[in-house]
């Protein structure tokens, strides 16, 4: 017996220019989409960032009276995470909610009493969490589930982590557009986005780093789906531009190779975007596949070109060896993009602004830097409340010092982004996407014509920052 007839799987975050925000679907999701497949009469997924119709919580409200009998929220990210809590406490009451996501994971105690509308937080990986819950077992025997009772509130134990290679692949037939890069509501590329994920957890232990530690604290170990299985994935996803959304695609070497052999061998012409590690360049074979197969976007945690600070974060690599990866990855045409995290630990101004030159020393096309974070289980979080002169304010926000609060850093993040993308920088990543084919000619003159546009949108979002 079906117990619910239509459930809507909402991503309920928009109103974000951020450029990268708008890219990708909702992966997380989408899997529990799929997971409820054939659980229940019918699944609509509304992904707000493309609805306008429905960001209006009045309009929402309506279809979801209307229509739907179980609404499964997804909160996954820190930004907007008070505008999404207004519109989910808006929205009807009466209708069965449940709601997950790495956000939610932390902030259970929070979200119950901020939405009173809230029936149940499913904490960590939801696939099969959902289906207990869908096909009716008592909430007292579902694992990884926290929900209302008798006026309070009963956290279940922790759910085991699931096994991959038995979750269904994300349901992207739920989809009613494509995704692609956008700016201030303005389509930037003709590239159409997917994310594909072929391992999740990963098997370093750097000490910045929650990657593969969920807000409950579990540690994801390492775990693969077969190498035809993400072929078989592969085979359904339209899109141009595929990220694998591993924390480590070249984790395992021989597996890296494989997936390589098997895009080469059964013709699938895609983008490749990865997150990797220095380490994959000491195996040009492994280079050589990837760039045949396709990959073009290399996502690589550098996090600090000073070796006391790689050492304190126990990233396991250091600045020579950095060097000497990029001498070898600079060989190909892959674009490259770096992470670095600044404001850490005894860092000072000076070793924090040597990023950009090192960045360009080394011969990356881009880079991001963000600020030292803590989570609730990041091992770095005892380190800073040990360390006098360091705080932080929030879990999962930015560690300060007495020396660089946000004020200053705020200024030296000016500072390494205008010294990083300085004219020529500009110009050489214009040059080179358009070199390796990340980009067509109807992309660079889009931005061009659609000009007024985003002169508009930008005006429009400052407005909205000052309210
Ligand atoms: C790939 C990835 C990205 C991709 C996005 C891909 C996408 N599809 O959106 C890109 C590169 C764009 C990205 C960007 C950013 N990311 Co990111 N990213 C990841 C990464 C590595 C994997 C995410 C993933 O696909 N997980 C697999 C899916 C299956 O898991 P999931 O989404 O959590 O969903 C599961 C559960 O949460 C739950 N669930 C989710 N929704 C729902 C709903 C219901 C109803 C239920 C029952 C369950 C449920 O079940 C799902 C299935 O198991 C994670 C780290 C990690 N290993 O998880 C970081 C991570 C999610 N990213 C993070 C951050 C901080 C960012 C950025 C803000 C970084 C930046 N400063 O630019 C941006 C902003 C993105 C945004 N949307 O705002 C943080 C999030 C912390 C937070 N709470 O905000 C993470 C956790 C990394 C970390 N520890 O710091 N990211
Ligand atoms: S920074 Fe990268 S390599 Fe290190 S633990 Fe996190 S995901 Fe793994």
């Known amino acids: 017996m079906i117990k619910y007839k239509h459930a809507l799987a909402l991503n309920p ?50 279809f979801i009276r209307n229509e739907i009998d179980l609404l499964c929220v997804s909160i996954s990210w820190e930004s907007r995470f008070e505008n999404v809590c207004d519109l989910v406490s808006q929205l009807p009451p009466e209708v069965f909610t449940v709601v997950g996501g790495h956000k939610a994971t932390e902030e259970v105690e929070y979200l119950f009493d901020r939405c009173p509308n809230i029936e149940m937080i499913v904490r960590g990986e939801g696939e099969e969490i959902i289906k207990q819950i869908v096909t009716g077992v008592p909430y007292r025997d579902i694992r990884g589930l926290s929900y209302r009772e ?49 391992t999740r957890g990963c098997p370093f232990k750097c000490k910045f780093c929650t990657f593969s530690l969920n807000p409950l604290g579990q540690k994801r170990s390492y775990t693969e789906r077969s190498v035809e299985s993400v072929i078989e994935e592969l085979r359904t996803v339209t899109a141009d531009v595929v990220l694998f959304s591993d924390d480590n695609f070249f984790t395992n070497l021989k597996r890296s190779e494989q997936v390589c052999d098997l895009i080469i061998e059964n013709k699938i012409k895609k983008i490749f975007v990865v997150q990797a590690r220095i380490d994959v360049a000491k195996h040009r074979r492994v280079l050589d596949k990837a760039e045949k197969a ?12 000073h070796d006391r600070i790689l050492k304190h974060l126990d990233k396991g690599i250091t600045q020579q060896q950095v060097r000497d990866a990029f001498s070898v990855l600079t060989q190909y045409d892959f674009y490259l993009h770096g992470y670095f995290i600044y404001g850490n630990i005894g860092e000072t101004e000076e070793e924090m602004l040597y990023i950009p030159k ?57 500072r390494i982004r ?7 920088q500009v110009i050489h990543i214009i040059r080179k996407v358009w070199r390796i084919g990340l980009v067509g000619g109807s992309d660079l003159t889009r931005p061009f014509f659609k000009l007024p546009l985003l002169m508009y949108g930008l005006a429009r979002r400052k407005r909205e920052r000052r309210r």
């Open 358 to 414: 090192f960045a360009k020393e080394i011969k990356l096309d881009s880079i991001t830097f963000q600020k030292l974070r803590i989570e609730r289980f990041s091992p770095l979080k005892e380190v800073v409340e040990e360390t006098p002169g360091y705080y932080y304010n929030h879990i999962g926000g930015s560690v300060y010092s007495d020396r660089y609060g946000r004020k200053e850093l705020k200024q030296i993040r000016n």
């Open 150 to 198: 008798n006026g309070g509130i009963v956290h279940n134990e922790i759910h085991p982590l699931p096994d991959i290679k038995r979750i269904p692949f994300p349901d992207r037939s739920l989809r009613k557009h494509d995704y692609y890069l956008v700016k201030n509501g303005v389509r930037l590329s003709s590239h159409t986005f997917d994310t594909i994920l072929t």
């Open 294 to 305: 396709g990959f073009k976007i290399f996502l690589i945690g550098i996090e600090s070109p």
């Open 418 to 424: 205008s010294e990083f993308y300085d004219i020529p």
């Open 13 to 62: 975050y928009f109103g974000e220019s951020n450029t990268i925000r708008w890219t990708f679907p909702p992966t997380g999701l989408e899997y529990i989409a799929a997971s409820m497949k054939g659980l229940v009469g019918k699944v609509t997924l509304l992904d707000l960032r493309y609805e306008k119709a429905y960001q209006d919580p009045e309009a929402l409200s309506q």
